[in-house]
């Protein structure tokens, strides 16, 4: 989740037009929208989003979200439908993808080279990884020994524009029991990443889920040979793979 004070400094910026940065702040502020626009519709598979469901992933009013999305239509990154919502251009998705390649490439040099906390890493990475270039995002890249993963387990897009593909599945909706491998976390609340890391559960770990209560109940995990227990919701936000 972005820092709302970046993201409203940076409106507020842009509706002054002698501001000298308006233009930057301006394609900071678009690029934090296509990129949460591309993570909604990555997850619900396709489709439509709607601009509600946008203002309540980066945390800005709706409004203000009217007006950046009309200024996204304007620029060619975004369809928006009457009724049905917005959906990525293709200029729009290439965009989003690349600013998702760089805020996670951030993560990984942040955590590896600067010794972050995974927990702490995300809104640094937001700030970062919106004024770089693809040539700094290579360096670091380099420098952090070409990760294919952010620490928190999700694919970094190639140089191109190509979201890498990844097998994995909610451990809300795995039949117990099953050897498993923590793919990625797609919660990135810091005290829940904190919690999870007290557990063990992070991505590459293999665990084990022991079983399952009905009616979206507890799950019983071993992770290093010890018993765990989380509840649904939880789980329903880490994803694992085949162990
Ligand atoms: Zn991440």
Redesign the pocket.
Known sequence: MPDKTNINAALSSQSSALHPNSQRAASEVQQVYLAEAYRLLHYQKGGYISTSALADRVGVSAPAVAAIVQRLKDAGFVDHEPYKGIQLTPKGEREALLNIRR??LA?VFLVKVMGFGWDE??DE?DAIGAVITEKVASRMEAMAGYPKR???G?PIPTPDGTMPDIEDQPLSEVAAPADLVVSRVTN?EPEVLQYLASLNLTPERPIKLVHRAPFNGPLRLKIEGQEQVIGHELASGIRVAQG
């Open positions: 805020h996670r993560e890493c995300h990475a952010c620490p928190h999700e990135h």
